[in-house]
């Protein structure tokens, strides 16, 4: 099962230069509390190769929308930026396996 | 409660509200004329506009220029000074030119200027300046005044936007103040008392450089509801001011990206109307309708934290806010809540040089180079750096290489987690040194590997694809953002230099 298929959209932004957010849209309480069970902070810090306790994680029940903030793997536009506004790392976070009993 | 209902059958509002209309995200951005002009029928208050934001990168504040057209600019903000001179209210712009530096706010004033002349009007203008010296901001510094916003810890929940405690030591107050020196441009973030200050010159259009994108819209319904004074707005987040508060900086989240919190988001035009007990929100485009779920879920839109929007002098809390539709198109929304910090303090934006790029582009379309295209990128970048060891005079360290692979993973690098052979394979060399020359013959020394490159077991010499002549392309200074700090300031407006002007027809002969 990956992120994917229990969203119906992952999207990424920068929350300024310096740091990332990522929103993760349910489209169903199930799917959202599927989602929260089987995404920790840490997996998403690993799958953007962030430090393990840079990721702020919030659940957001009645948006069912599991949010992810983290400082951005570079700063905006600097020497190896390769995406000025940080939308397509939503498709990493998408693209994620989760545990078979998700 | 006395109310107004309007002729179009928008929705009841109470007579006390400040209807604030707001045409879209960002002036240049275009926005629907009809909704617009239906807008105005409505009998705003004021009518307010974002200018600028640091979401296009560096180079507009590296260079003190306008990410978009000027012809557009020039276009989209006549149309709103005649809106503005319909409807008879003020017309208020943030973060003017992308960057908000002094020199965009005089271009906007020259465009405003120039209306008034061909129209025959007379126009009170209000600027509102925010660019800042280095040396201003060093004095600053060194009393301790500057609070930098940590770039690496962690985004705290509940925090000050990841504000770092309070440890300091003298090697990181000296690199500071070599940042701060190096800057090309800093603009300090005002917050509303600076709008305020500037309407209650009886401006009938304020020009503000750098500010946040919610103060200008937020405003005008605080100063109605007289929440702010000359020491700024204070207000706990348990009292009848604290919701008023909330509902104005919360109506100014929801609508500063225009129509983004309706459910067409390109359509633009948003009117909320903001009273103590609340706000309401609508867009204004046929067919965009507002929901409960598209404005609460647009706190989330570019903030890291999506109960708390940090603001000038407090924040924000929408942890307890209630959404509810007013009909298919409008929400209320009540419940927000401000909280004043005990001091005051203004977001600081920096951007200094990093280096100068160069970079060229060729494309490898024949099957045996792009199946084996790793191979030919290392193969690639050891040749030109032992290219670069032999016949240039720099130390290695002093040019960075980047050759981005379009078409494998120039996107996300090592996070790329799709493969499978493309069709053609773009290579973009990046070249960043120290000076123009560096990196303009780093390029040229490419080139040829870039053109001929073989791969060890191939006979012929290959040439691959440029795109066009020269090969190069000089990309000039490359900025860097460099401040994540905020300023603690006497007052709000202490480091803004607020002015008024009357211009176009005189006085009394407005037509």
């Known amino acids: 099962m990956r992120v994917a298929e229990l969203t119906r959209r992952v999207r990424a932004k920068n929350a300024g230069p310096f740091r990332l957010t990522i929103d993760?849209?349910?489209?169903?309480?199930?799917?959202?509390?599927?989602?929260?069970?089987?995404?920790p902070a840490q997996r998403v810090a690993q799958a953007?190769?962030?430090?393990?306790?840079?990721?702020?994680?919030?659940?957001?029940?009645?948006?069912r929308v599991l949010k992810f903030?983290?400082?951005r793997p570079g700063v905006q536009g600097a020497v190896g930026d390769r995406d000025l506004h940080g939308a397509q790392w939503a498709l990493v976070i998408e693209a994620l396996v989760l545990p078979a009993d998700a | 409660m006395n109310t107004i209902t309007d002729p179009t059958g928008t929705p009841a509002r109470p007579a006390d509200s400040t209807r604030v209309l707001v045409p879209s995200g960002v002036l240049g951005l275009g926005f629907d004329r009809e909704a617009l002009a239906r807008g105005v029928a409505l009998a705003p208050d004021i009518i307010a506009i974002d200018g600028g934001s640091t979401d296009s990168g560096p180079c507009y504040l590296g260079t003190a220029t306008s990410k978009y057209s000027q012809a557009v600019v020039a276009g989209e903000w006549q149309e709103l000074l005649e809106a503005r001179h319909a409807a008879g209210v003020p017309l208020v712009i943030g973060s003017a030119g992308t960057c908000g530096t002094d020199n965009q706010v005089d271009a906007l004033l020259e465009i405003t200027r120039d209306w008034a002349e061909r129209r025959g009007v007379a126009v009170r203008v209000a600027t509102i300046r925010t660019q800042q010296d280095a040396s201003t901001l060093i004095a600053a510094h060194r009393r301790g005044a500057l609070h930098p916003l940590s770039t690496t810890a962690p985004v705290k929940a509940g925090g000050r936007d990841g504000e770092r405690d309070g440890a300091r030591d003298g090697a990181q107050d000296e690199a500071l103040v070599d940042t701060l020196a190096a800057c090309t441009h800093i603009v300090a973030l005002a917050g509303a008392e600076a709008f305020i200050e500037a309407l209650r010159e009886g401006a009938d259009v304020v020009i503000a450089g750098r500010a946040t994108d919610t103060a200008l819209i937020a405003a005008l319904p605080l100063m109605r509801m007289g929440l702010t004074g000359m020491t700024g707005l204070s207000a706990d987040a348990n009292t009848d001011a604290g919701a008023a508060a909330g509902a104005a900086w919360h109506a100014a989240k929801i609508a500063e990206c225009g129509a983004l919190c309706s459910t067409r988001p390109a359509s633009g035009v948003i009117l909320v109307d903001i009273d103590a007990g609340g706000f309401s929100v609508q867009p204004l485009a046929r067919g965009a309708c507002c929901t409960p779920f598209t404005v609460s879920a647009h706190m989330l839109y570019e903030n890291a934290d999506p109960h708390l929007l940090v603001e000038p002098g407090g924040r924000l809390d929408v942890s307890g806010a209630r959404y509810e539709a007013l009909d298919e198109r409008s929400v209320?929304?009540?419940?927000?809540?401000?909280?004043?910090?005990?001091?005051?303090t203004l977001k600081l934006e920096g951007t200094r040089a990093l280096g100068h790029q160069c970079s060229s582009l060729v494309l490898v379309r024949e099957p045996r180079y792009v199946q084996r295209i790793g191979e030919w990128c290392a193969?690639?970048?050891?040749?030109?750096?032992?290219?670069i060891e032999r016949h240039l005079d720099v130390p290695a360290d002093a040019v960075t290489l980047e050759l981005r692979r379009i078409g494998v993973d120039a996107t996300l690098g090592a996070l790329e987690f799709a493969t499978g052979t493309p069709v053609e394979v773009g290579i973009l060399l990046i070249v960043t040194a120290a000076d123009a020359d560096t990196a303009l013959d780093v390029a040229r020394l490419a080139n040829p590997s870039l053109l001929h490159l073989p791969l060890p077991d191939d006979d012929a010499m290959p040439s691959f694809a440029f795109p066009w002549s020269p090969a190069e392309s000089v990309r000039g200074v490359l900025y860097g953002f460099c401040l994540d700090h905020v300023v603690e300031v006497a007052h709000p407006t202490a480091l803004l230099r607020i002015a008024a002007v009357t211009i176009g027809a005189p006085a009394g002969e407005a037509g």
Do not use: N
């Open chain 1, 69 to 71: 903030s983290l400082p």
């Open chain 1, 24 to 39: 993760c849209f349910c489209a169903t309480d199930a799917d959202w509390r599927r989602l929260c069970a089987a995404l």
């Open chain 1, 48 to 63: 953007l190769a962030a430090g393990p306790d840079t990721v702020t994680r919030y659940e957001l029940p009645s948006l």
């Open chain 2, 379 to 387: 193969l690639l970048e050891a040749r030109i750096r032992s290219d």
């Open chain 2, 332 to 344: 209320r929304v009540t419940g927000s809540r401000w909280q004043s910090d005990p001091r005051y």
